[in-house]
């Protein structure tokens, strides 16, 4: 695609429910990262994927939060038992050979737990 | 702790009118400071600054970078309504994993006409 593509735009959801939150990169780009930014914050770091592999998970929250890219394109973001605090939006970025400096970000979802 | 300081946090001007935006930080293992500009959602790429004392330029925007002191600048001259939005700083570092971004909260930029 032209760009990142995330889906949904908007979620809302209710405490305690599971939610799957989708990332489409951009065609080719082996790099993938995701960041959560919560209402007034910079985004903050989740999980870093190089193809398939999480090379870097050390901004996950907690063992709630699980994100996977099976093939090595499109990347899904796996909250359990959803919290208010989970509240954010949730931006993906992708770049094609690992450069943060020159990762794409979409346009992000909007979670709402209520 | 890494952490990246944004001032002001906010910030209303007139159409026209030049402004300043701040960003210091406290970073281990500096690679490089980017300034993103962030309207409703995507943050969408500026700058990237790398050695100290040269100013990067794009039209009305123009930053630069002192390593010595930890900041950095955003300057935006003849402001226009289009400008409003969140400006971010970011800060590359060199993790253990991958190569990683600290952000700054944003300084919420108001362009009034």
């Known amino acids: 695609g032209a760009g990142v593509s995330q889906t949904p735009s908007n979620k809302v959801t209710e405490k305690g429910k599971y939610v799957e939150l989708r990332c489409d990169p951009i065609?080719?780009?082996?790099?993938l990262y995701w960041y959560r930014q919560s209402l007034g914050q910079g985004p903050e770091f989740l999980i870093y994927f190089q193809g398939t592999g999480a090379a870097d998970d050390s901004g996950l929250p907690n063992d709630r939060f699980f994100a996977v890219r099976p093939e090595g394109s499109v990347s899904t973001l796996k909250i359990q038992r959803t919290e208010r605090g989970d509240s954010a939006v949730y931006l993906c970025a992708s770049s094609l050979s690992g450069g943060i400096t020159e990762a794409f970000f979409g346009q992000g979802t909007r979670l709402t737990v209520v | 702790e890494d952490k990246v300081v944004q001032s002001p946090l906010s910030l209303v001007v007139h159409e026209g009118d030049t402004v300043t935006l701040n960003c210091s930080y406290e970073?281990?293992?500096?690679?490089?400071l980017l300034w993103y500009k962030q309207e409703k959602k995507a943050p969408t790429f500026l700058f990237m600054l790398t050695s100290s004392g040269i100013e990067k330029k794009s039209g009305r925007l123009s930053s630069i970078l002192d390593k010595k002191e930890l900041f950095s600048i955003l300057n935006i001259t003849a402001t226009q309504t289009g400008d409003s939005a969140v400006y971010l700083c970011a800060v590359e570092y060199r993790g253990g994993g991958a190569d990683g971004l600290t952000f700054g909260k944003g300084t919420h930029l108001i362009i009034q006409p």
């Open positions: 970073v281990t293992n500096f690679r490089s």
């Open positions: 065609s080719g780009h082996t790099a």
